[in-house]
């Protein structure tokens, strides 16, 4: 008796849930079926730029049994494409990307402005990942959802930078056999986040980086990846992420990535939909579908990342190694930067000291 | 009696005010609002048009107490200086070559030069680090090899590197500065000359030169304000290196990447500062114009112009004209072709070569491609017929008119050509997002990027015609006013075809640099708006650089037949002319 009663308990619930979950996906569908068409922008080194594009609409018309059109145009990098759509919103214009997707600077920025449309991701993502200790995939005001994640860490040359010579510590780049071979950032990429107190703190950064601005030749941007492969310089310290050699790396190209044993930063990668969105249903729909089993794969085989909460991510396994060897691993979001006070000062401190070199 | 009349014309012509004047005032108010957008952008920090934009002097502060700022200023000028030297030792002789000797091949010639125009600045540069980096370069491998020194001798990454590189690529619009005003030069003052028994050489510095002085100086300042401004060499070449000019130091500071958004508040700085260089280069080149009639040489007497025989020289002179190809257009050309065929960019090698494949081609993404080509052709179309109509208004008043106006339109005409291009971007882009908003619906349209691009085409074009046009004595038009002609039928009956040649090179031109024109493409790119040199670059940046040198070489193949064909048929006109 008390088991026909739990188990038609379990129904009922079952039932609800599915209807609550099954309703809200719906009218994300339907709304989705009425708006048609999708505009999307972002860089092409990101996501898969126009493949990517393509790729995630003939997957959303797949799965979700839809004929939606869509228009892909490259877009400039993360932050002047937010400040553009913020621009936007401000003049009353519709936004030049139905759906952003960027790092959690840029969603920081977003946030600020007041960018985004609240909406109850909870309710009709179907794939959730469980929270990892303070940090949220989705974030609870529904204004954002973090789809993937790069590891930060030490891109090399692999026909030149073989065996032992292979970086470990942070130490090992200011080895005298690397003066004048390597490049680090004109943004100080994962040494801003390094600067934090989370991490090693502010003036052991600011002491590291001058002598890194010693050592390096001089300076390039994370994508850049072909003044790795050509030599011209054989390490770059650091980088935005690993992902964009986890896809040359495909191609045969000589170069690998290495995260050090200090620990490491996970740069995440965000999905909003701005209030000024022309669709925001196909956007909602969209942000769903890189949520899922087939749209992890996807960004896996097109950008070389994926969300490390979800079990069987590619992104986890380097990333329990890294735990396995106790070092430290900080996430970058858009929280995580709020809470990080003086993190934009001490990035144009640490800037000044590799552009001048070190003085 | 005819002189009486000629004067009493000539006041009447002075006193009446030109239709063209006008035409010639579009343009100028379009600058004056963009300069005034550009001023606001500089006394503003935060996201312009949001609660968050507060007024300030800030931005003028930071940059102007940024100790990197004098290093910058110092890098720049010896970089501009050297690019100036370096585009004028090419372009002056090869376009004397081209339009006062007997050089065979003149067609041929013009193809060459114009070919350039078809590669984008970046693989200049990255031809050149493959060529010549210190550590890469295989010129430096191979002196440390033969030589056994330390380390490679020559560094490309030096002001004077990346100023030779920048020459390079600008010798092309050296030439046609300068050709133009070749081929309307008078023969018979340096006939007179020989007959007197001077020899060639001194034939060239006492007559010659002087006489090319006005086209030559505008040229040097042309070029000059272009080394200033210019982003692509410094980049790829001294960004990487911390070698910092004017343009980089400014991407540094908008680009803030990862600490927040970009403020433009400090382009707006460096266009302000820009104003007073193009104010003082605009005073040195208004005294050439005031003394313009002296070098006025083509008069409604006879006007043949004769050709230096080279003989021999001829082929000293292409070994000239092949070894600038080779440096200047080959090795880039290699180097797309190689990075289009490659799965991957490194060093070229043997085993490169044995994996070269068209698989770039059939992963690109076409619609995207045709959709930037398709924009592109448009404004190639609609912008070279709409820059000739202006600067043809503006050139006129500015060499005829006795007003003291025409400093006022050759400041304004040439103001663009100081401007940072990324200024006059951001300015359209506010214009047109928070002035013209809904109401002129130009955000995000190919209009807004065809009025950018007429504006900063406007200073290249009236150089050109302001030289073509002193060239011509004013007793043609005012024959024809006494005639009875308004002074639209003079333009189109007795100037444009004297001018003609100089038209469809400005057309030529003009066209191509709309082609490859990439700063306000990008800036301004929306969605449908979006040009092939966007694309491409889009590619690049993104670390695509196989797929962007497969865009760029097949585009390369299918135009140079095209411009070849143009040139030949432009250049048989301008004989019959003659």
Redesign the interface.
């Known amino acids: 008796m008390l088991a026909t009663k739990l188990f038609a308990l379990m129904i009922a619930v079952f039932i609800l849930a599915a209807q609550a979950r099954a309703a809200t996906l719906a009218e994300v569908i339907e709304g989705a079926k009425k708006e048609g068409s999708i505009?999307g922008?972002w860089?092409?080194?990101?996501f898969g730029?126009?493949?990517g594009f393509?790729e995630i609409l003939a997957g959303m018309n797949k799965k979700y049994k839809l004929n939606l059109k869509g228009?892909?145009?490259?877009?400039?990098?993360m932050?002047?494409l937010?400040?553009r759509v913020?621009?936007?919103a401000?003049?009353?214009?519709p936004a030049?990307t139905d759906v952003y997707l960027g790092?959690s600077?840029a969603i920081f920025?977003g946030l600020?402005?007041n960018l985004f449309a609240n909406t109850t991701y909870d309710k009709f993502i179907e794939n959730k990942p469980k929270p990892e200790g303070k940090f949220h995939a989705i974030a609870p005001a529904g204004t954002h959802v973090a789809f993937a994640t790069t590891v930060v860490g030490i891109q090399y040359n692999a026909n030149l930078v073989k065996g032992s010579d292979v970086p470990r510590r942070m130490a090992d780049v200011l080895n005298p056999k690397w003066k004048?071979?390597i490049?680090s950032?004109?943004?100080?990429?994962g040494l801003?986040e390094f600067a934090t107190p989370d991490f090693l703190g502010r003036e052991k950064m600011i002491d590291y980086t001058r002598k890194l601005s010693k050592q390096i030749?001089?300076?390039?941007r994370c994508?850049?990846?072909?003044?790795i492969?050509?030599?011209?310089?054989l390490m770059l310290v650091f980088t935005c992420g690993g992902n964009?050699v986890n896809v040359?790396k495909r191609?045969?190209?000589?170069i690998g990535h290495t995260v050090v044993e200090e620990g490491t930063v996970l740069h995440m990668r965000y999905a909003a939909i701005p209030k000024n969105s022309r669709a925001p249903n196909i956007a909602a729909l969209l942000v769903n579908y890189l949520m899922s089993a087939e749209g992890q794969e996807m960004l896996w085989k097109y950008d070389g990342m994926d969300l490390h909460l979800f079990p069987g991510s590619q992104t986890k396994r380097e990333l329990d190694a890294l735990r396995a060897a106790k070092g430290k691993i900080v996430t970058s979001s858009p929280e995580w930067l709020a809470s990080s006070k003086g993190?934009?000062e001490t990035?144009?401190e640490l800037?000044?000291i590799l552009?001048?070199?070190g003085k | 009696m005819t002189e009486v009349a000629l004067r009493f014309s000539g006041a009447i012509r002075r006193n009446a005010p030109s239709p063209l004047l006008s035409l010639a005032l579009i343009p100028m108010a379009i600058i004056f609002v963009l300069v005034l957008v550009m001023f606001w952008i500089s006394l503003q920090k935060g996201v312009f048009g949001t609660p968050s934009a507060i007024y300030t002097l800030g931005n003028y502060r930071d940059v102007f107490t940024d100790p990197l700022l004098y290093r910058v200023i110092t890098n720049t000028l010896i970089f501009t200086v050297t690019t100036t030297l370096c585009a004028m030792l090419f372009g002056l002789p090869i376009a004397w070559l081209a339009e006062r000797s007997t050089i065979p091949g003149k067609t041929l010639i013009y193809v060459i030069m114009t070919l350039g125009l078809l590669i984008p600045g970046i693989y200049t540069a990255m031809g050149w680090t493959m060529l010549a980096h210190p550590r890469i370069g295989i010129i430096n491998r191979w002196l440390v090899e033969w030589f056994a020194l330390d380390a490679g001798p020559i560094n490309i990454a030096t002001p004077i590197g990346m100023g030779f590189v920048q020459g390079l690529s600008l010798s092309a619009l050296a030439f046609i500065l300068t050709a133009q005003m070749f081929r309307a030069m008078n023969p018979s003052l340096e006939e007179a000359a020989r007959v007197h028994g001077m020899g060639y050489n001194k034939i060239l510095w006492r007559v010659t030169l002087p006489l090319a002085r006005p086209g030559i100086l505008a040229a040097v300042i042309y070029i000059l304000t272009i080394g200033v401004a210019t982003f692509d060499i410094p980049a790829i070449l001294g960004l990487g290196n911390r070698v910092y000019m004017l343009s980089t130091f400014i991407y540094l500071k908008v680009h803030p990447q990862g600490a927040g958004l970009p403020e433009y508040g400090i382009t707006g700085v460096v266009g302000a500062f820009m104003i007073i260089v193009a104010g003082l280069l605009t005073l040195w080149y208004g005294q050439v114009l005031r003394q313009g009639h002296r070098f006025e040489v083509v008069t409604g007497k006879g006007y043949r112009p004769a050709l230096i025989p080279l003989g021999k020289w001829s082929i000293a002179a292409w070994g000239f004209i092949a070894l600038y190809a080779f440096i200047s257009k080959i090795v880039p050309l290699l180097l797309i072709a190689y990075a289009a065929l490659t799965p991957y960019f490194v060093t070229p090698s043997y085993e490169m070569m044995r994996q070269l494949s068209f698989g770039h081609f059939y992963g690109m993404d076409w619609q995207l491609v045709m959709r930037g080509l398709t924009n592109t052709a448009l404004l190639v179309f609609v912008v070279p017929l709409a820059v000739l109509l202006l600067a043809f208004s503006l050139s006129w008043l500015i060499v005829r008119s006795p007003s003291r106006l025409r400093y006022a339109l050759e400041f304004g005409a040439f103001l663009p050509q100081a401007l940072p291009e990324v200024i006059l971007s951001i300015g359209a882009l506010l214009l047109s997002l928070f002035v013209l908003g809904t109401t002129i619906p130009l955000y995000g349209t190919v209009w807004l990027i065809a009025i950018v691009y007429v504006i900063a085409r406007l200073a290249f074009a009236t150089r050109a015609l302001n030289g073509a046009l002193l060239q011509i004595h004013r007793e043609l038009e005012e024959a024809a006013f006494v005639a009875g002609l308004s002074n639209l039928r003079t333009a189109w009956r007795i100037l444009f075809p004297l001018i003609r040649p100089t038209l469809f090179s400005v057309w030529i031109w003009s066209a191509l640099l709309v082609y490859r024109e990439l700063t306000a493409a990008v800036f301004l790119a929306v969605h449908d708006n979006i040009t092939l040199p966007a694309v491409i670059w889009s590619y690049w940046y993104g670390g695509n650089i196989n797929k962007a040198s497969a865009v760029t070489l097949l585009m390369t193949l299918v135009l140079a037949p095209f411009i070849f064909i143009a040139w030949y048929f432009g250049r048989r006109s301008q004989v019959s002319l003659n």
């Open positions: 505009r922008q860089g092409q080194n990101s730029g126009s493949e393509q228009q892909y145009t490259p877009g400039p990098d932050q002047r937010m400040l913020i621009q936007e401000a003049a009353g214009q030049s790092n600077q920025d600020k402005a004048g071979k490049a950032t004109p943004y100080a990429a801003r030749a001089g300076l390039m994508g850049e990846s072909e003044r492969t050509s030599g011209e310089f964009d040359l191609t045969g190209a000589p993190y934009a990035q144009k800037e000044a552009r001048e070199g």
